[in-house]
């Protein structure tokens, strides 16, 4: 199976040596993030707090961020993706506790989808950025970067998906990220897993704990490297329990106990 899963807004820019025999690579898409990160350069301060509904601090780190991004970068401005993001998904995934093996098999069946980079394999080498998604960055392609990526992301999956031998993706990606990839152009049977909270009577998504889960479903499928489907109801990660009842074929359902939400 391929899992695909979102960015994150946070960073962590420590440096990270990657275990022996682990090379970091280079995004398959770097020249069109070249080409992003040169529209939103002529972009003030004030326009990047705007298209991204930020505060000036956040705005003027990201107004630097794109003035010294560079399409021949300093490999020590450099720093892995999947170690590199730092939101409630990468949480759950654990990347950095990951075994060399584990992390091998990810970099063939793992892809992170990204406003500047496209699409992104866990040891792609990343410059520090912030660009989501639904932003509307206006482009030769288009008014947003749903228009500026089109096709090349399903494509890109497709690709990815027929090297590592499989016709399923597992989505665990957010709506904003799964909606830049063309459904029409996706060859692929699609899974997306839901984790519902239980009060009393009620199920309901929690965002920062779906969010969570579905970095840990990422992580549980690389561990166990799995193949088959069927086998994603046995993830129990975070005290989750698939729900045969609730659940269908392309969307398995997975329930807990309601836990005290983050403040």
Same mark, same amino acid.
């Given at each position: ?93 654990? /990347? ?9 098999? /990810?970099?063939?069946?793992?892809? *992170? ?12 080498? *990343? ?28 494509? /890109? ?6 090297? %590592?031998? $499989? ?22 049977? *699609?899974? $997306? ?7 009393? $009577? ?13 970095? %840990?479903?990422?992580?549980?499928? /690389? ?12 993830? $129990? ?25 983050? %403040?």
């Amino acid at each position: 199976m391929l899992t695909v899963i979102s960015p994150a807004k946070r960073l962590d820019e420590n440096r990270r040596t990657l275990p022996a025999g682990l090379p970091a690579t280079t995004p398959a898409f770097l020249a069109d993030a070249a080409k992003l990160a040169r529209i939103a350069r002529a972009l003030s301060v004030d326009d990047l707090r705007a298209l991204m509904d930020i505060s000036e601090p956040l705005a003027r780190l990201n107004h630097d961020r794109f003035r010294t991004f560079k399409a021949k970068p300093d490999p020590a401005a450099l720093h892995p993706a999947a170690f590199c993001f730092d939101g409630d998904t990468y949480a759950g995934l654990e /990347a950095k506790t990951l075994d060399p093996d584990a992390l091998r098999w /990810a970099q063939d069946h793992l892809r *992170i989808l990204s406003g500047l980079y496209g699409l992104l394999r866990p040891l792609d080498e *990343i410059q520090p950025y912030r660009l989501e998604m639904g932003s509307k960055l206006a482009n030769p392609k288009g008014p947003d970067l749903y228009a500026f990526w089109g096709k090349k992301l399903a494509k /890109a999956l497709n690709e990815a998906a027929a090297a %590592a031998g $499989t016709e399923t993706l597992v989505n665990c990606a957010s709506n904003e990220y799964f909606h830049a990839v063309d459904r029409k152009a996706l060859k692929l049977r *699609i899974l $997306t897993p839901t984790f519902l909270e239980v009060k009393g $009577t009620e199920a309901k998504i929690v965002s920062f704990f779906a969010k969570r889960a579905r970095g %840990a479903m990422a992580r549980f499928i /690389a561990e166990h490297r799995l193949t088959d489907p069927a086998d994603l109801s046995g993830f $129990t990660i975070g005290g989750y329990a698939y729900d045969p009842d609730r659940s269908t074929p392309e969307n398995p359902v997975f329930l807990r106990e309601a836990q005290a939400e983050a %403040a």
